[in-house]
């Protein structure tokens, strides 16, 4: 029964999406409920009761049309038809992106970001300028970082690999669900450029000393081979205070906390997203970084 019911199954998704990229306009697509309950042979009574069901308000939902606003709510009924794989489909189709993808392009984003920081060419003329216009090195790094960097440019080069990698449409809309999702970290300071440009700060360091444009850093005269700031990033990972993880498992622990304390999933989570955000973007610069022992 499954073996016959799947060919069909897919001929619907197949055709659903099709329409919906025939509608669609840019960011902007809305197909009629009728249109969906037809290709899924159920009636409108039948899908009210299955809204009852889920607990949720039928007479907000029922013939309301389905657009990229709320996509969420057509995967939803195709899955509970028997259409299986919608959500997949849609992603790939670039019509929909559920919050585990979305947390997926954060991560996705500081990782590739911070490997093109670590890996850059240090420009020796425009870093000898910062320095020599600020009184602390600081400040010349953070000059130096926001005349060298393009934001943008490096934001539209991590939306494009993520959408090749992942096998995502790359059109308006598939790179509106991710920019905005980008913009809504930046907004409340969960994610911010100053703190990203802060891991190559180190680097940048041991260039302007190697070219005798800069001192050395004060020595630190404990016996951490780890520095504080990246012991305080183990901590918020709840990893030990003497190992730094593998990238595997980095990964896999940052979307686990992203996915726990998320806004977006937990209200209440807005600190620990920060502090797991930016604890993130320490031990991936740490990671692509100048290696250095662990104790």
């Known amino acids: 029964m499954s073996q016959q019911r799947a060919p069909a199954e897919q001929a619907i998704l197949q055709?659903?999406?099709?329409?919906?990229?025939?509608?669609?306009?840019?960011?902007?697509?809305?197909i009629d409920q009728a249109f969906v309950l037809d290709l899924l042979n159920l009636s409108r009574e039948e899908h009210a009761r299955q809204l009852y069901r889920e607990g949720a308000i039928v007479?907000?939902?029922?013939?309301?049309?389905?657009?990229?606003?709320?996509?969420?709510?057509?995967?939803?009924?195709?899955?509970?038809?028997?259409?299986?794989g919608a959500e997949d489909g849609f992603a790939r189709a670039g019509l929909f992106l559920s919050e585990g993808r979305l947390l997926h392009w954060l991560e996705f984003f500081q990782s590739v970001t911070l490997s093109q920081l670590h890996s850059h060419g240090v420009d020796r003329e425009?870093?000898?300028?910062?320095?020599?216009?600020?009184?602390?090195?600081?400040?010349?790094a953070a000059f130096y970082c926001h005349c060298?960097?393009?934001r943008q440019a490096m934001v539209d080069f991590a939306m494009r690999l993520f959408l090749e990698r992942n096998r995502i449409s790359d059109h308006h809309l598939s790179r509106s669900f991710l920019l905005n999702f980008l913009n809504h970290q930046f907004r409340p300071g969960w994610l911010s450029w100053d703190g990203l440009f802060a891991t190559i700060e180190g680097l940048l360091r041991e260039r302007a000393v190697t070219w005798k444009l800069a001192d050395p850093a004060p020595a630190d005269h404990g016996s951490e081979?780890?520095?504080p700031a990246v012991r305080e990033a183990l901590q918020v990972f709840e990893?030990?205070?003497?190992?730094?993880?593998?990238?595997?498992?980095?990964?896999?622990r940052y979307r686990r906390l992203l996915k726990q304390y998320h806004p977006d999933i937990n209200?209440?989570?807005a600190a620990?997203?920060?502090?797991?955000?930016?604890?993130?973007?320490?031990?991936?610069?740490?990671?692509?970084?100048?290696t250095r022992p662990v104790a």
């Open 15 to 30: 055709e659903l999406l099709e329409e919906i990229e025939s509608l669609r306009v840019g960011a902007e697509w809305e």
């Open 59 to 84: 007479s907000d939902q029922l013939d309301v049309p389905f657009n990229q606003e709320n996509a969420a709510g057509l995967v939803e009924l195709l899955e509970r038809n028997g259409v299986k």
């Open 126 to 140: 425009l870093l000898e300028t910062a320095i020599s216009g600020c009184r602390r090195f600081e400040d010349a």
């Open 148 to 150: 060298r960097f393009d």
């Open 225 to 227: 081979a780890i520095p």
């Open 239 to 252: 990893l030990p205070p003497n190992r730094l993880p593998s990238s595997g498992e980095l990964k896999s």
């Open 267 to 269: 209200p209440e989570g």
């Open 272 to 290: 620990r997203t920060r502090s797991v955000i930016a604890a993130y973007s320490t031990l991936v610069g740490r990671k692509t970084g100048p």
